[in-house]
């Protein structure tokens, strides 16, 4: 009987420090998937911000380039209506979205808007006086920054993301996060050549100044 009831101490004891070790690994578990949900919401705020200093960028450029002569009307039109597309777009600018549609509503509205602003950069490769304006230089090379900033700063999302969703689905920590509610969170799409920045670049060598009829 009384090897019996040392046995069942013995027993509750390795019970209990069972219980101990697995509540220490869940409280860790959980602590990495807070810190690493958070890392998540911190990328996606830098790249929030390099969007933001992009569109701020946008009524300077177009005032700039509203005062070259003849300027394709419809250009200048499509980045306005573009940037407004974008602001149309309802997204938390501080917490990473767990919706990929979401996501995908904003990363077309945003890819609307490069497109926008990459068709006015080559039409005023045709204007001379833009190429002679300083404040024209000074904005495309802002905006040449910033291009690069907000592709580094979605490479770096994703990368985030992609650690963040791996803990999440992993088995244990998966437990965790199912109990704790832990959602996957979707990515940016790679663009084709998305892994090097894109640059803007001007030919101010080029040859043909006359504007476009």
């Known amino acids: 009987m009384k090897k019996f009831a040392i046995g069942c101490g013995a027993l509750v004891v390795l019970a209990g ?5 697995v509540g220490l690994w869940a409280v860790a578990a959980n602590n990495s998937l807070v810190r690493q949900s958070q890392n ?8 929030q911000t390099d969007y933001q200093r992009r569109a701020d960028l946008i009524p300077n ?6 005062g070259a002569a003849n300027f394709e009307k419809s250009t200048l ?23 990929a549609q979401q996501l995908a509503e904003y990363e077309k509205a945003q890819g609307q808007l490069s497109s926008a602003l990459s068709r006015l950069l080559v039409v ?4 001379p006086e833009l190429k002679a304006n300083n404040n ?10 910033t291009e690069n900033r907000i592709a580094v700063a979605r490479r ?32 940016f799409n790679a663009a084709p050549g998305s ?7 001007f030919n101010f060598n080029n040859t043909n100044t006359s504007p476009a009829k």
């Open 40 to 47: 998540v919401d911190n990328k996606w705020a830098d790249v």
């Open 195 to 201: 892994e090097t920045a894109p640059k803007v670049e």
């Open 77 to 99: 039109e499509a980045v306005t209506q573009a940037r407004a597309s974008v602001g149309q777009v309802k997204i938390n600018p501080n917490t990473a979205p767990t919706d």
């Open 156 to 187: 770096d999302f994703n990368d985030a993301v992609r650690a963040y969703n791996t803990s999440v689905q992993s088995f244990p920590g998966s437990i965790v996060a199912g109990i704790r509610h832990f959602v996957v969170k979707p990515y």
């Open 17 to 21: 420090f069972f219980v101990v070790i």
């Open 124 to 127: 005023s490769e045709r204007y």
């Open 136 to 145: 024209f230089v000074g904005l495309q090379a802002q905006l040449e920054g």
């Open 61 to 66: 450029l177009v005032g700039t380039v509203q």
